[in-house]
């Protein structure tokens, strides 16, 4: 069974950056081919923020993560990375990464972590 473990988040003030790590262990099922990272906000829904696939070379971004944040993987460490720049109180959420398949017209997210709290101050 594949598991997920999320860590680097934290407090931290508005304008700063974090490195958000993903790192896998357990057998990972031949199926699995896509590293996602999520996030949920208080009284929101969960919003999908970045996808990376299996080799790195075909990455999405959502309107929210544009320009700030960066997906990355290094399969040698069994991790993904979501680098966040010019954090702003808005991005305060739990972040939660998911592995998952790649479909004909959608993805299918199998796996996820329990998430790490960020919280950007003002």
């Known amino acids: 069974q594949l598991q997920l473990v999320e860590s680097g988040g934290g407090l931290v003030q508005a304008g700063d950056s974090l490195l958000l790590s993903c790192t896998s262990s357990?057998?990972?099922?031949?199926?699995?081919?896509?590293m996602g990272w999520f996030r949920r906000a208080a009284g929101t829904d969960r919003e999908l923020l970045a996808i990376?696939?299996?080799?790195?070379?075909?990455?999405y971004f959502s309107n929210s993560a544009k320009g700030r944040f960066t997906i990355s993987r290094d399969s040698a460490k069994n991790t993904a990375y979501l680098r966040m720049t010019n954090l702003k109180v808005e991005d305060t959420a739990i972040y939660y990464c998911?592995?998952?398949?790649?479909?004909?017209?959608?993805?299918?997210?199998?796996?996820w972590g329990q998430g790490t709290q960020v919280t950007v101050s003002s």
């Open positions: 998911a592995a998952g398949t790649q479909g004909a017209v959608d993805y299918q997210w199998t796996f």
């Open positions: 357990g057998r990972i099922p031949f199926s699995v081919n896509t």
């Open positions: 990376i696939n299996e080799g790195g070379g075909s990455k």
